[in-house]
């Protein structure tokens, strides 16, 4: 049961949800989005979040497309990870997704809940990051096509209010050689000890990691040494593993230290992975 009463809200266009968002907030609400809710009734039946208002998102054309349009797959923010599995038009992202919880939950988990839900993970952030997709956002401000890999490194307070209306990917990545590992502490559906999708684009390996670090990430400084075919592979990753731009997780799925013994076995998997690959 969920312990607080909250006003709910359908809203039918991108312009209305804005709005109201806006509204809402400017009577002192807090509001929040609803895409598939499993964090919502998750984190709210264990009182660990508190909304005034929730607009539900579900219903908003712009964000249950999923389909390509002139070399451009665009991906609504409001699909789920089951149908982007099903559709399967870009095999990585659906590789990726199939590993975000179990079957059931998968059918309710929003690829827009999933990159900026509370749950650090988003390992649905690391196929479209490779792939250097952008992002549609709306807010006060308007609608703004921005790339991905911006958007996700700004701050979270000047992301605040910011409605996720799809992903757009150009459609020569879709198809490019890829490599998606997860490893997880015990069973095979949980929380990544550490995830990693790749992919390779001509010469160049593009690389994204989740759950090394408290952010999913795709950093350029890691992908230009583990690109740097002067240097042995062991060097490689010896200095890869020197570079992670943010401090590595310490917590009960794994050590540190084990999280770093582990990338470099992952690591080790990718750059053969790839070998084969030509
Ligand atoms: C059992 C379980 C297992 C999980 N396992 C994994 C895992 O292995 N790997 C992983 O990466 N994640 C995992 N997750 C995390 C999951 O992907 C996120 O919790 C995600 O938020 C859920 O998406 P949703 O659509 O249900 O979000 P909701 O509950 O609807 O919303 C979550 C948050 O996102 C915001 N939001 C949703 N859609 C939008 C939008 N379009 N624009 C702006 N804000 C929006 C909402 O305001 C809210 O703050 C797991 C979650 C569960 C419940």
């Known amino acids: 049961m969920i312990a607080f009463d909250f006003d709910y809200y359908k809203p039918e266009t991108v312009h209305d949800t804005i709005s109201l968002y806006e509204d809402l907030k400017n009577k002192g609400k807090k509001v929040m989005y609803y895409g598939g809710g499993t964090e919502f009734i998750t984190m709210s039946r264990m009182n660990n979040i508190y909304a005034d208002a929730i607009l539900d998102i579900k219903g908003i054309p712009e964000l249950n497309i999923c389909k390509i349009k002139e070399e ?59 792939s250097n997709s952008d992002i549609l956002v709306g807010n006060k401000d308007g609608i703004q096509r921005q790339k991905l890999m911006e958007y996700w490194n700004k701050n979270l307070k000047d992301k605040e209010g910011d409605l996720i209306i799809q992903f757009i990917v150009d459609t020569r990545y879709l198809h490019l050689p890829y490599v998606h590992v997860k490893r997880t502490k015990n069973e095979k559906i949980d929380y990544p000890l550490i995830s990693i999708a790749a992919l390779k684009d001509g010469d160049r390996i593009n690389i994204g990691f989740s759950g090394l670090c408290d952010k999913a990430f795709r950093s350029l400084d890691i992908e230009d040494i583990l690109n740097d075919n002067s240097i042995s592979d062991k060097e490689r990753i ?38 084969e690959d030509i």
């Open 238 to 275: 010896h200095r890869i593993i020197q570079r992670v731009p943010y401090e590595i997780i310490e917590d009960i799925y794994g050590t540190c230290k084990y999280r770093k013994f582990m990338l470099s076995k992952m690591l080790e998997e990718i750059v053969d992975e790839f070998r």
């Open 72 to 130: 451009k797959l665009i991906i609504g923010a409001g699909v789920t990870l089951t149908k982007i599995a099903e559709l399967d038009f870009f095999p990585l992202l659906s590789k990726t997704v199939k590993r975000i919880a179990d079957h059931t939950v998968q059918d309710k988990i929003t690829i827009g809940g999933n990159l900026v839900g509370s749950i650090i993970y988003k390992e649905a952030a690391l196929p479209l990051l490779v």
